[in-house]
């Protein structure tokens, strides 16, 4: 995966990423919650290695919120509860998380 043109897609969308660092689940980095990359900054904090990628919710990306999906009932619902919106995950459940 290119994590540079991913970053930069969701900062291009209003996001607010932080790098997350290979095979963990959060931020390493002193103060990630106030770090605003810019564009600009993406080569700096993402630089070709394995690494993650997460998004700050709330404030910092203009009020984004995660539904995180974990049983497979819950999934299923989602479409007839939330509304449109982008989808992630891992190859084992994509649409884990709106």
């Known amino acids: 995966m290119n994590m540079r043109r991913y970053a930069q897609g969701y900062i291009e969308r209003g996001m607010t ?3 997350i660092p290979h095979k963990r689940k959060s931020p ?5 919650q106030n770090l605003r990359i810019k564009v600009e900054d ?4 993402f ?3 394995s690494q993650n990628i997460g998004i700050s919710l ?3 990306s203009s009020g984004l919120v995660d539904v995180d999906l974990d049983a497979p ?5 989602a479409g ?3 509304p ?5 995950g891992r190859a084992s459940v994509p649409t884990s998380h709106r």
């Open 84 to 88: 449109p919106t982008l989808t992630s």
């Open 80 to 82: 007839h509860f939330l």
């Open 28 to 32: 390493v980095q002193p103060r990630w």
């Open 17 to 19: 990423v932080v790098p």
């Open 47 to 49: 630089n070709g290695r």
């Open 58 to 60: 709330g404030e910092p």
């Open 73 to 77: 009932e819950a999934i299923e619902l």
């Open 42 to 45: 993406i080569p700096s904090y």
